[in-house]
């Protein structure tokens, strides 16, 4: 009965380095979400995914960033030439459905830029 | 643009009474509350929701109150206990909008033994 599954939990890149977040939803879930939490702040929307759709990602940098979902295999959101400005806690959340509001969230990735 | 705010950082509470979080809004498409509750090293845990077509949703020790005239909504815990603990978040969501949330900045709670 596992989870919302992210790994890696810490990260740390030096700038201009790629970093790669990946998400495993919870079994059955098809529609993936994901958040970053600068320090201090609330959660943030960056973008939502259904299997090899992207549906929504108004909430995605225009520069660097960007995310899929294959129809096999984890959800990954990848950052490009990271910078400091990028260092957030990452939160993927699955859910089964569309609409489908009180999801769940993975523990998160914690990425440091050096 | 802060569509959701929690002007509260924090709340300190005795246990066994009340704590009340605060959160208000600025979008009046929005039709879908939730609270989440957040643990250091931890991911948001879903706590209760409410529709705009309600004002009082009851779930436990748990209750979320909606004022929809006012763009206000309170989440209440009686009793509080120790174990509750953490950063509270409100979020929003309109109607069609692809399930994403919109959410408070947050409110550490302290429930004092």
């Known amino acids: 009965n596992a989870g919302v599954m992210q790994n890696p939990r810490h990260l740390v890149r030096r700038r201009g380095q790629e970093a790669r977040l990946r998400c495993s939803p919870m079994?059955?879930?098809?529609?993936v979400y994901w958040y970053r939490q600068l320090p201090e702040e609330g959660l943030k929307f960056m973008v939502y995914l259904q299997k090899e759709n992207i549906i929504d990602e108004s909430g995605m940098p225009k520069e660097r960033f960007s995310a899929e979902f294959p129809k096999e295999g984890p959800s990954i959101l990848r950052i490009q030439q990271v910078v400091r400005g990028d260092s957030a806690a990452y939160f993927c959340?699955?859910?089964?459905?569309?609409?489908?509001?009180?999801?769940?969230f993975g523990s998160g990735t914690r990425l440091t830029v050096v | 643009d802060q569509q959701v705010k929690q002007n509260s950082p924090s709340l300190s509470v005795q246990e066994g009474r009340i704590s009340i979080l605060n959160c208000d809004y600025t979008n009046s498409m929005f039709d879908y509350f939730l609270w989440y509750k957040k643990y250091p090293a931890e991911g948001p845990t879903f706590l209760i929701s409410?529709?705009?077509?309600?004002d009082k949703n009851e779930d436990g020790r748990f209750t979320v109150f909606l004022n929809k005239s006012a763009k206000h909504l309170s989440l209440h815990i009686v009793p509080s206990q120790p174990g509750d603990s953490a950063v509270y978040f409100c979020?929003?969501?309109?109607?069609?909008?692809?399930?994403?949330?919109?959410f408070g900045q947050g409110t550490t709670l302290q429930v004092k033994p």
């Open positions: 979020a929003a969501s309109a109607q069609g909008n692809t399930g994403k949330l919109i």
């Open positions: 959340a699955s859910s089964p459905g569309e609409n489908y509001y009180g999801y769940t």
């Open positions: 409410i529709s705009s077509i309600k």
């Open positions: 079994k059955g879930h098809s529609h």
